[in-house]
C-alpha cells in the first residue's frame, strides 16, 4: 500500500505536483527556522561554557589542583557602552595555569586582547581606551576564551604585588570551567541564560512549526476534495476508507519529507546569517549554531511522521463512496469540555506568577508547557466558541444568507475553524510576541538618564560600599588633568561619612549620605543643590547615582567645614562634560588609571547594554512574525478552496433550486469570517493574558501595550484574511455548475 501511494503521489500530473510543491516548500521555511532556532539554543550552552573562565576566583568556581598558584583580580570596563573584561594575572611559578585561547601567560607590561578590542584600540585615541592598559599587545585571546566574536576583553600581565594590592585579588591553582555557586562580585561569566532567552527560542520553535502542520492537514484536504474520482474507483475495485485515508497521508509524508530536505539545506544556508543577529546581545560564532544527533534526526523524521499523522488526522471523518463522492460524516457537537485545554494553560501560566521556577530548566519545562498547552486549547476551542457564537446569531437574523451561513456553521463549526485556525495561532503568537517585546523594550530598551545625567562620568569603588575601597584622597595632578580634557565642565568629590552624619533608618537598612561641598556640588546641578548659606551638604548616595536629574532637589546640610569634609576620604567622584563621547572616554581613562580599585561608568553604558538585547528580541520577534503570518495566509486560502470544494455539490443543488450566486458568495463570506473574527478575539486577548503572566512571572514587568506595530499588524491581518476569502469567491461559480450536482 505504501508502495502503490508513493507512485500515485508523483502521478497526478501539474495538479498533484504543484500540491507537492506547495506543501515542501512550507515544510522548507518552517524546518529551517526550527533548525536554526535549535542551533541557537545550542550556541547558548556552548557561549556559556566559553566564558566561565572569568568566573575564576569566585567562591565555588575554582577547584584545587597540583600547579603553581596563580594570582587573579577581575573587573568589568566599559567603553561607548560596551563591556570590557579585563583580568589582572601574576603567575608564582612557572607551571601556573594558563587561560584558554592562550598558550602562555602574559608577562608584566604584557597583554592580550581578544580580536573585537584589538581591532577597537587600533582605531581609538590612545587617550580614550588604551591608556587604560599597562604595557604592550603581544597576542590575541583566542576563540576558546572568547563568547563571541564581539566580545572585548583582556588579559593583563602584572607582578605579583600589583595585583596583590587589588581589591578583592586572590591566587588560584586552576581556570574555572563551571558556574560559581555566588556570583554576587567576582562572577563575570555568567552566562545569557538571563531573560529566560532558552525559554523564549523553545517556545518560539513550537510556535513555527504548528501553523505548518496545519498547513500539511489543510493541504491534504484539499488533495482529498480534488481528487475524489480517483479514490471512488479504489473505492470500486475494494479499497477501504482506511486505505484512502493512508494513501492521501502518504501524499503529505512525500511532500513533508522533500521539504525537510530542503529545510536542511536552508538552515545551512542560513546559518551565517542568524550568526550574525545579536540575540543575546552579541553575534555568535558560526561553529556554535549547529545540531546535536538526536536534534538532526527528530527533524528528519520527526517532520514527515508528523505531517503523516496530521494529514491522517485530518482526513478522520472523510468518508469517499464508490459512487465518487467525498462525503464528511456529521461530527458530533463540541462539548464545553473543549476549554479545559486552554483554561489549563492559562491557569499553569497563572501558577507560575507566584511560584517562580528557580532553574533554566525548570522555567523552560513551565512556560513552554504553559504557551504549548495554551496554542492546543486554542485549536481545541476554536470549534466550540464558532458553534455557540454561530447558534447566538442563528437565533437573532432573519436573512437567507445569514441563515444558512450560521446553520451550517453550527451544524459543522469544525469545518468553519479549521480554515482559520493557522491564522488564530499566528495571532496568538504576534500578540504574545510583541506584548513581551514592547514590555522590554519600555523597560530596558530605551536611552536610560536624563541629558544631564548622560553627561556624568562617575567612579564607584568596585565592591559596593567598603570602608577599604574609599580613596583616601585624590591627587591634585588628577584633577588638574581631568580639568584639561577638552570638553570638561565640572568636578565634584564627594566624601565618605563614617560618623553618619545625617544618617536615617529605612527598614532594616541604615542609609548613610555621602559628604559634598556646596562650591563643587554647584558644578554638576543635576544631582540638587545645597541648602541656602549651607557650606557642606549630606547628599543621598542614590540620589547621586539615580539616572535621573533632580536639579531641583535641596540637600541638608552638614555641621562640616568645607575643610573638615576636603579631608574625609572620597567615596565618589562624579565629573560633568560637554557630552562629547571623547571627553567621557578621556575621563574614564583618566580614573581607571589613576582609581584602580573603582569602576567608572556612564549612564549610556547601562542603556546600551539594554538595548543590545532588546534589539536581538526585536530580531527574533521579526523573524516569529514573517514566518506564522504568511503561512497561516497561505493556509486560510487553502482551507477556504478546500471547503469549497467539499460543498460544491450542496451549493450547486442550492444553485439548481433558484439560489442566486451572490447569495452563496455571501454564505461562503460569513461563514469564513465569524470564526476568523471572533476566535481571533479570544486569540488576541490570550496572547496579552499569556504575556502578561510570563512578564510578570519571569521578570516582574506589567504588560505595557504594543503600540501602533502591533495594531498595524493585526489590523492588516484581518483585513488580508477577508481579502483572502474574498478571492476564493469567484470559484463559486465554476465549481458549482449542474455537472457537481450529480452523484457520481
Avoid at 1 to 26: K, P, Q, T, Y
Avoid at 681 to 694: K, P
Amino acid at each position: 500500500m505504501i508502495r502503490f501511494s508513493l507512485r500515485l503521489a508523483v502521478s497526478g500530473g501539474r495538479e498533484a505536483v504543484a500540491r507537492l510543491l506547495m506543501i515542501a516548500a512550507a515544510v522548507a521555511i518552517g524546518v529551517g527556522l526550527l533548525l536554526s532556532v535549535l542551533s541557537c539554543i545550542n550556541a547558548i550552552d556552548r557561549t556559556n561554557a566559553r566564558q566561565t573562565w572569568m568566573n575564576t576566583g569566585a567562591k565555588g568556581a575554582t577547584a584545587a589542583a597540583p600547579a603553581d598558584p596563580l594570582w587573579w583580580h577581575a573587573r568589568m570596563d566599559y567603553y561607548q557602552g560596551a563591556s570590557v573584561f579585563r583580568a589582572e594575572l601574576a603567575p608564582t611559578g612557572p607551571h601556573a595555569p594558563v587561560l584558554p585561547g592562550l598558550s602562555r601567560l602574559p608577562a608584566p607590561g604584557e597583554y592580550y586582547a581578544s580580536p573585537a578590542l584589538a581591532k577597537l584600540l587600533r582605531e581609538t585615541p590612545a587617550v580614550e581606551l588604551g591608556d587604560r592598559f599597562p604595557g604592550r599587545q603581544v597576542g590575541i585571546l583566542g576563540e576558546d576564551a572568547l563568547p563571541s566574536p564581539d566580545t572585548l576583553a583582556v588579559a593583563i600581565g602584572r607582578t605579583a604585588d600589583e595585583v596583590r594590592a587589588m581589591p578583592r585579588a586572590t591566587t588560584v591553582t586552576s581556570i574555572a570551567t563551571t558556574l560559581p555557586t555566588d556570583c554576587e562580585y567576582d562572577c563575570y561569566g555568567a552566562g545569557v541564560h538571563g531573560d529566560a532567552l532558552v525559554l523564549v527560542l523553545t517556545v518560539v520553535a513550537a510556535a513555527l512549526i504548528f501553523p505548518v502542520l496545519i498547513f500539511i492537514g489543510t493541504a491534504t484536504r484539499l488533495s482529498a476534495a480534488t481528487r475524489e474520482q480517483r479514490y471512488a474507483a479504489m473505492r470500486l475495485v475494494g479499497a477501504t476508507p482506511g486505505q484512502v485515508s493512508v494513501i492521501s497521508a502518504v501524499e503529505s509524508a512525500v511532500a513533508a519529507a522533500a521539504g525537510t530536505v530542503l529545510g536542511f539545506g536552508l538552515y545551512f544556508a542560513l546559518k551565517p546569517l542568524v550568526a550574525d543577529v545579536p540575540f543575546t546581545g552579541d553575534r555568535f560564532f558560526a561553529a556554535d549554531l549547529s545540531l546535536s544527533l538526536p536534534q538532526a534526526v527528530g527533524a528528519a523524521v520527526g517532520v514527515p511522521v508528523a505531517a503523516a499523522l496530521a494529514a491522517r488526522f485530518a482526513l478522520r471523518r472523510v468518508t469517499v463512496s464508490p459512487l465518487g463522492v467525498s462525503r464528511r460524516v456529521t461530527p458530533k457537537p463540541p462539548s464545553p469540555w473543549r476549554l479545559a485545554p486552554l483554561v489549563a494553560g492559562l491557569a499553569e501560566l497563572g501558577y507560575f506568577v507566584g511560584d517562580h521556577p528557580k532553574s533554566t530548566n525548570g522555567q523552560s519545562l513551565a512556560y513552554l508547557s504553559g504557551f504549548v498547552l495554551v496554542m492546543l486549547g486554542l485549536v481545541i476551542a476554536g470549534p466550540w466558541l464558532t458553534m455557540a457564537t454561530a447558534r447566538a446569531v442563528a437565533r437573532r437574523t432573519g436573512r437567507p444568507a445569514s441563515l444558512i451561513a450560521m446553520r451550517r456553521l453550527s451544524d459543522d463549526p469544525r469545518a468553519g475553524f479549521r480554515s482559520v485556525a493557522g491564522l488564530v495561532l499566528a495571532l496568538f503568537v504576534t500578540t504574545a510576541t510583541l506584548g513581551i517585546m514592547s514590555t522590554i523594550n519600555e523597560n530596558r530598551g530605551s536611552l536610560d538618564g536624563a541629558p544631564e545625567v548622560r553627561k556624568a562620568v562617575v567612579a564607584t569603588p568596585l565592591l559596593g560600599p567598603e570602608r577599604s575601597a574609599v580613596l583616601p584622597s585624590v591627587p591634585d595632578g588628577v584633577i588638574a588633568r581631568a580639568r584639561a580634557v577638552p570638553g570638561f565642565e565640572g568636578m565634584a568629590l564627594l566624601h565618605d561619612n563614617p560618623a553618619g552624619i545625617g544618617a536615617s533608618q529605612y527598614g532594616r537598612e541604615r542609609i548613610v549620605p555621602v559628604l559634598a561641598r556646596c562650591s563643587e556640588l554647584a558644578q554638576i546641578p543635576a544631582v540638587g543643590h545645597c541648602a541656602p548659606g549651607a557650606v557642606v551638604a549630606a547628599v543621598d548616595r542614590n540620589g547621586v547615582l539615580d539616572l535621573q536629574a533632580h536639579p531641583e532637589k535641596e540637600w541638608p546640610a552638614a555641621p562640616l567645614s568645607a575643610e573638615e569634609a576636603a579631608a574625609l576620604p572620597v567615596f565618589i567622584v562624579y565629573a560633568t562634560t560637554d557630552d562629547s563621547q571623547a571627553a567621557k572616554e578621556q575621563l574614564r581613562t583618566l580614573f581607571t588609571e589613576a582609581f584602580p580599585a573603582y569602576v567608572t561608568r556612564m549612564a549610556d553604558d547601562y542603556s546600551s547594554e539594554g538595548q543590545k538585547k532588546v534589539q536581538g528580541w526585536r530580531q527574533l520577534a521579526n523573524v516569529v512574525l514573517l514566518t506564522t503570518l504568511p503561512v497561516a495566509g497561505c493556509s486560510l486560502a487553502v482551507s477556504v478552496v478546500a471547503g469549497l470544494s467539499d460543498r460544491r455539490r450542496p451549493f450547486a443543488m442550492l444553485r439548481l433550486t433558484g439560489a442566486p450566486l451572490r447569495l452563496l458568495r455571501r454564505v461562503v463570506g460569513l461563514e469564513s469570517a465569524l470564526p476568523l473574527l471572533v476566535v481571533s478575539a479570544l486569540a488576541i486577548g490570550t496572547g496579552f493574558a499569556a504575556a502578561a503572566m510570563f512578564l510578570k512571572s519571569q521578570m516582574d514587568y506589567a504588560l505595557v501595550s504594543p503600540g501602533l506595530t502591533y495594531y498595524g499588524l493585526t489590523g492588516f491581518g484581518l483585513v488580508a484574511s477577508l481579502g483572502i476569502i474574498a478571492s476564493t469567491l469567484p470559484l463559486l461559480r465554476r465549481i458549482t455548475g449542474p455537472e457537481a450536482a450529480r452523484n457520481g
